[in-house]
């Protein structure tokens, strides 16, 4: 198992953001705004097919990514974080055919982006369909703007892909177009506020999804994890052969967990926070090799 430790200060990142640039409701300057005041670090403004240079928007507390969600059809959505020209399928360019959702990932990469998978559940996305794709970093585990359409969770897409040896980290985002879906879902990422920093940290899978609970310390030196959260009420370890720890608080809550990992062969663990009010954490996978 490769040594991982996770720790200090974090940086609240939303990811998949959109204005009036596409189909969001309020103006860049509203949704920066907006997120200042719920006290994120970090925002990826992604609006449908169309790029445009954001990042002078940042604020002295607000970092933004120069990002765009080229979006194909078969809602084939994807997040092109860090990339600073407009991808092959935008401006103008009619053919948005799902058949090129590879080429606009192997292009993201080339850009030195991030390139996601955005919403499997949403998109009904059956998973033979993200096992055919390959070579994106990561996809959304929690679309926090598809609560309310019975399909904001993607763990079982994740867990399958993990299963099979596919090594994607997993977002939370909000994927806001209105002001009811800020601050549902983000990541916290261990990184300077810096675009390279950010860009790195996510290759690296430096970072946590969530939808509330927090992770303050994750470490891995391969036979023991060590862990320090908010007080929840379960935290549940999982591997390829579902949860394999489970520390539950009953009626009161728990914040820790210090558990030598057994020595049957897993292929990775990754660890759930569980809050009483039904909101989640989710690390990224460690991986056994
Ligand atoms: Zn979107």
Same mark, same amino acid.
């Given at each position: 198992?490769?040594?991982?430790?996770?720790?200090?200060?974090?940086?609240?990142?939303?990811?998949?953001?959109?204005?009036?640039?596409?189909?969001?409701?309020?103006?860049?300057?509203?949704?920066?705004?907006?997120?200042?005041?719920?006290?994120?670090?970090?925002?990826?403004?992604? &609006?449908?097919?169309?790029?445009?240079?954001?990042?002078?928007?940042?604020?002295?507390?607000?970092?933004?990514?120069?990002?765009?969600?080229?979006?194909?059809?078969?809602?084939?959505?994807?997040?092109?974080?860090?990339?600073?020209?407009?991808?092959?399928?935008?401006?103008?360019?009619?053919?948005?055919?799902?058949? =090129?959702?590879?080429?606009?990932?192997?292009?993201?990469?080339?850009? %030195?982006?991030?390139?996601?998978?955005?919403?499997?559940?949403?998109? *009904?996305?059956?998973?033979?369909?993200?096992?055919?794709?390959?070579?994106?970093?990561? !996809?959304?585990?929690?679309?926090?703007?598809?609560?309310?359409?019975?399909?904001?969770?993607?763990?079982?897409?994740?867990?399958?892909?993990?299963?099979? *040896?596919?090594?994607?980290?997993?977002?939370?985002?909000? &994927?806001?177009?209105? &002001?009811?879906?800020? *601050?549902?879902?983000?990541?916290?990422?261990?990184?300077?506020?810096? @675009?390279?920093?950010?860009?790195?940290?996510?290759?690296?899978?430096?970072?946590?999804?969530?939808?509330?609970?927090?992770?303050?310390? !994750?470490?891995?030196?391969?036979?023991?994890?060590?862990?320090?959260?908010?007080?929840?009420?379960?935290?549940?370890?999982? %591997?390829?052969?579902?949860?394999?720890?489970?520390?539950?608080?009953?009626?009161?809550?728990?914040?820790?967990?210090?558990? +030598?990992?057994?020595?049957?062969?897993? =292929?990775?663990?990754?660890? @759930?926070?569980?809050?009483?009010?039904?909101? +989640?954490?989710?690390?990224?996978?460690?991986?056994? &090799?």
């Amino acid at each position: 198992m490769q040594p991982l430790c996770l720790t200090g200060p974090t940086l609240k990142t939303n990811l998949h953001t959109h204005t009036t640039f596409s189909d969001g409701t309020f103006t860049l300057a509203q949704v920066v705004a907006a997120y200042e005041a719920l006290e994120y670090d970090v925002l990826a403004i992604t &609006d449908h097919n169309r790029w445009q240079d954001h990042t002078s928007a940042s604020t002295g507390r607000v970092l933004v990514l120069s990002s765009n969600e080229p979006s194909l059809a078969q809602r084939e959505h994807l997040l092109a974080l860090g990339v600073h020209q407009t991808s092959p399928v935008d401006a103008g360019e009619r053919d948005r055919s799902s058949s =090129r959702t590879q080429e606009v990932i192997d292009w993201i990469n080339e850009q %030195s982006g991030f390139s996601v998978l955005n919403h499997p559940a949403w998109s *009904g996305m059956p998973v033979d369909r993200l096992l055919e794709l390959e070579r994106y970093h990561a !996809i959304e585990v929690c679309n926090a703007g598809c609560t309310g359409h019975g399909s904001e969770f993607s763990l079982t897409h994740w867990d399958e892909l993990l299963r099979r *040896g596919r090594r994607v980290w997993g977002l939370a985002t909000d &994927d806001s177009h209105y &002001d009811w879906d800020r *601050g549902l879902g983000w990541v916290e990422l261990f990184c300077e506020r810096t @675009e390279a920093a950010v860009i790195r940290a996510l290759h690296e899978g430096r970072f946590y999804a969530t939808m509330g609970p927090r992770f303050e310390h !994750i470490e891995c030196d391969g036979e023991t994890l060590r862990l320090r959260c908010d007080p929840v009420m379960g935290i549940a370890v999982l %591997s390829e052969q579902g949860p394999i720890k489970v520390v539950h608080g009953g009626f009161g809550t728990v914040d820790g967990l210090e558990w +030598k990992l057994p020595d049957r062969g897993h =292929r990775y663990v990754r660890v @759930e926070l569980h809050r009483a009010d039904g909101k +989640k954490a989710w690390s990224n996978p460690i991986w056994a &090799d």
